[in-house]
């Protein structure tokens, strides 16, 4: 199979008029191989900021004796509850997966990249009789881990930079992201989104809210879908069809937040001398729409008021009049235990988050399940109902008792799920149906996410992926927040402050560029990338629709991997798997390029048909294999 696959690609390269080679530099335009250059003596071609790795300290907190025990103790149980009903149900669980595939899956998982070579080669050739649990726990305590989680909840949030209609909400994803580092509790996380207020620069959690600025109504529904994982929105026009959800009940849960603004008064935003300003350097020129751009960020913020929700003026039901101020009420459960002065939205951001909430915690447990398996415990995720049934519920009930118990810490969470037996097995390879119980025999089937295969492209590109932060936008809020009131000279002042920081972050991202790509992890760039990235090529989620992100397979994807940038980069030299191949002795390179591409050593027949290949081609036989390993569904799928 291999020999067939390598066969097509080469020919296809051929067909395509390209030639990728590991070592193109060492060739002449005749096709005469000039002499190679030792490793040492070849000159990079990726940008001149990767030659050198930042000097970044990594926390690595230590896992203590008694949580190793809660740990194991945990995880058995989980594998008890999954092989009674494996058992009841006449089903074999699938075997232990080997180490090779152990080392990727758990990378993958965990820190949503690769491997590198040397990674998976050291993990496979140790004695340790814990490793497995060992590079657990190493790989949750790595900025991989919060890269990975905060790319999952992106796509669940729609984090971006920029609201729909413009509004600047960069620090939101800023905040997310320090608070996984800070390995910050989720009921924590949830709560200060939904009480924030004030303005982005100052309280970059508003952004949350900010998301959804002029839209209160589709706020609610998307925040119930999100954290309750139940789907409310008919009913803000009618009662639900095929749910037990009123108008009236919607409204009524609406109403918590019905005194919100998201537009601050105007006499804190104003600008008075702006007309004047924009006049003096020209309506319609540049520093006159930055001026205008800088009013308009300064406008929004999130700030509580006295009013009220009404129903609406076409309110067709008996139980509440048109225009009808509405009182505010739970959905279900009980009202939680609150100061007498909190204020409604305090009241409404308790009960969403609290550990009574009978859906709050069921929710987030479902949706971690399906992180390390692939499908959740019930599905659709989001879609729940007082007649959901999860495939186990005693398994289910267990694991809702253990994120209480863990006071709502994912990083413990998913810990325990890791070291289970179920998580170590391997992958069911059929279909399965999402009508159907699944019951965990092993985790199913998955391709990688499109930041799984960009983030996994780049360890076989730059060194240390995860030290290539994103630039803190600190130099721009500076210049874009403004105080009420700024003269004529204060705003041209600003404008000329916000050019010089758009600057700094433009020749920041060329010193990290290759043929038009930033070549940083995907929790690190632009959110979303524009369409046509590799990334949105790959599925990543336009961030409109909640989890809109896809792993189906498209034309696009197959040629941005047969001979797009991101492919052509890794054979340049200066790339890692360049450097590694070159600095490897002869017979040892393909061994090399195995590794870091698929995580494992190469069978014989492989063997035979990649040497074959080499020595056809000579340096561009090699280039030609690393090409062909890319393109294989062993690379792009989590096994």
């Known amino acids: ?67 190793i025990a809660k740990v194991r103790e945990s995880a058995a149980t989980i594998d008890q509850f999954i092989n009674a009903k494996l058992a009841a149900e006449g089903i074999d669980p699938n075997p232990e997966i080997d180490d090779a595939r152990f080392v990727r899956r758990a990378y993958l998982d965990i820190t949503g990249q690769i491997p590198t070579g040397r990674e998976a080669y050291l993990f496979v050739r140790s004695n340790l009789s814990n490793k497995r649990e060992v590079l657990i726990d190493y790989l949750l305590n790595t900025v991989g881990y919060s890269s990975h989680m905060f790319n999952y909840l992106a796509d669940n949030w729609r984090i971006v930079d920029k609201s729909s209609n413009n509004t600047y909400i960069r ?94 008064p105007r006499p804190e935003y104003a600008q008075p001398n702006l007309k004047k300003a924009t006049a003096d350097v020209g309506e319609r020129s540049r520093e006159a729409n930055r001026m205008r751009q800088i009013e308009r960020w300064n406008r929004y913020g999130v700030v509580e008021t006295a009013a009220k929700l009404k129903f609406p003026h076409d309110y067709a039901y008996d139980d509440a009049k048109p225009n009808e101020i509405v009182l505010p009420e739970i959905l279900f459960g009980k009202r939680p235990a609150v100061p007498e002065n909190a204020s409604r939205r305090q009241v409404y951001a308790h009960w969403m988050t609290s550990r009574q909430n009978p859906r709050f915690t069921r929710a987030i447990v479902n949706r971690m399940w399906k992180r390390a398996f692939g499908v959740g415990m019930f599905e659709p995720v989001d879609d729940m109902t007082d007649y959901t049934k999860a495939s186990n519920p005693e398994l289910e009930t267990f694991l809702i008792s253990e994120m209480r118990r863990l006071n709502y810490d994912l990083k413990e969470f998913m810990r325990i799920v890791y070291n289970t037996d179920a998580y170590q097995r ?32 780049l360890v076989l590109t730059v060194n240390s992926p995860d030290k290539y932060l994103r630039p803190n936008d600190n130099p721009f809020i500076a210049a874009v927040q403004a105080e009420p009131g700024l ?3 204060q705003l041209k002042a600003k404008v000329d402050e916000y050019d010089s920081a758009e600057k700094s972050k433009r020749d920041h991202n060329r010193r990290h560029t290759y043929r038009g790509l930033v070549l940083r992890r995907a929790s690190e760039l632009p959110q ?7 990334l949105r090529q790959f599925g990543q989620s336009d961030r409109e629709i909640i989890a809109d992100g896809s792993t189906e397979g498209t034309v696009p994807q197959l040629l941005a991997l047969f001979n797009g940038p991101i492919t052509h980069i890794m054979l340049e030299a200066g790339s890692v798997v360049h450097r590694e191949v070159m600095g490897a002795q002869p017979n040892d390179r393909l061994t090399v390029v195995f590794l870091s591409i698929l995580g494992r050593m190469p069978t014989n027949e492989e063997r035979v048909a990649c040497f074959r290949e080499i020595q056809e081609n000579e340096a561009a036989g090699m280039g030609n294999v690393i090409w062909a390993l890319l393109n294989t569904r062993e690379f792009l799928f989590v096994q």
């Open 1 to 67: 199979m291999f020999r067939i696959l390598t066969s097509g690609l080469v020919c296809l390269i051929a067909l395509m008029g390209g030639e990728p080679t590991i070592n193109a530099q060492n060739k002449a335009p005749n096709g005469v191989v000039k002499k190679k250059a030792k490793p040492s003596e070849i000159k990079s071609k990726l940008p001149a900021a990767f030659n050198s790795v930042p000097n970044v300290n990594l926390p690595v907190k230590p896992v203590k004796a008694e949580q």
């Open 171 to 264: 620090p939101w994803a800023e905040w997310v992201k320090k608070s996984l580092r800070q390995n910050k509790p989720y009921d924590l996380m949830v709560r200060e989104m939904l009480t924030a207020d004030g303005q982005i620069f100052d309280n970059p959690a508003v952004g949350y809210r900010l998301r959804d600025v002029g839209m209160p109504l589709d706020h609610l529904n998307n925040t119930v879908r999100i954290f309750l994982g139940t789907r409310i929105g008919c009913a803000q026009c009618h009662d639900h069809p095929f749910d037990k959800w009123t108008q009236k009940e919607f409204y009524q849960l609406a109403a918590f937040e019905g005194g919100l603004r998201t537009q601050l």
């Open 426 to 457: 391997s992958v069911t390879y059929d279909d399965i149906d999402l009508s159907k119980p699944y019951h965990f025999q092993g985790p199913v089937l998955r391709r990688m996410s499109a930041e799984q295969v960009w983030d996994s492209v």
């Open 487 to 489: 003269s004529v000279e």
């Open 528 to 534: 979303p990338l524009p369409a046509g990235h590799f």
